[in-house]
């Protein structure tokens, strides 16, 4: 094989190489938790925050209830005792007992609307919490296949650094460094390219026939027009 078609070889593990490491760069990027999952874990949170406040003023608000009620009946048992003759007292008495029951209504009033609210609030957690699970589920199986693909990728790449290493033993010292200067500089560290018939592939320019020739024979030769190393196809 001539040293131009070796440094093809070589070219085409840089290749693979390079696609490698780009991709492991974006499945090690992919590993890291989506926004997506963070804010249904957030609003998960707030959901779990919004019911355990309005469970809270649930708890609150039937506490006062049962203080009035008692309240309310000991005024009440207080006033029909027949224990009480003054006519004032019994007066007064009967406007507070009045003054209570009006309390408790409002009272039941605001228990009923809150019980409500804690109804809604529990509804919302457990619509978060089925999306959060999907969402975790479904996360779970991704980040499981990056993972395979991490290891997988990170054997092929080991095994390509060893292929390009046995690879540039076989080639001139000269011409390595030629090549490897080339791919520092040209787009997608393509610094050989082949002829299509008296064509350079890489910048689609046709070359003279000696250039052609020269290629042909396996001589170190560039395109006249990208400076490539040209070799056979
Ligand atoms: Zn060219």
């Avoid at 070796?6 to 780009?22: E, H, P, S, V």
């Avoid at 609210?117 to 999907?134: F, G, H, S, Y």
């Amino acid at each position: 094989m001539s040293q131009p078609a070796q440094l093809l070889r070589l070219q085409r593990i840089d290749d693979q190489l390079r696609a490698g490491k780009q991709r492991l760069g974006e499945v090690i990027q992919g590993m890291n938790e989506p926004q997506s999952l963070l804010d249904l874990r957030e609003s998960a949170e707030t959901a779990q925050q919004t019911l355990a406040a309005a469970q809270t003023k649930q708890r609150d608000l039937e506490l006062q209830f049962a203080g009035l009620s008692s309240k309310h009946k000991e005024s009440n048992d207080h006033l029909y005792s027949g224990k009480i003759k003054n006519s004032r007292e019994l007066a007064d008495l009967q406007q507070e007992v009045q003054m209570l029951q009006r309390r408790k209504e409002f009272l039941e009033e605001d228990v009923l609307e809150n019980l409500e609210l804690v109804e809604a609030a529990a509804e919302k957690v457990a619509d978060a919490n089925e999306v959060l699970a999907a969402a975790e589920t479904e996360w779970q199986v991704k980040y499981k296949d990056l993972q395979a693909e991490k290891i997988a990728l990170a054997t092929s790449l080991n095994g390509l650094i060893g292929r390009r290493k046995q690879r540039m033993a076989t080639i001139d010292k000269r011409m390595l460094k030629t090549y490897l200067q080339l791919s520092q500089k040209k787009r997608n560290g393509v610094a050989v390219a082949t002829l299509k018939i008296n064509k350079c592939t890489g910048c689609q320019t046709t070359q003279p026939a000696m250039i052609v020739k020269q290629v042909e024979q396996g001589e170190l030769v560039y395109c006249n027009s990208c400076g490539r190393i040209l070799v056979q196809a």
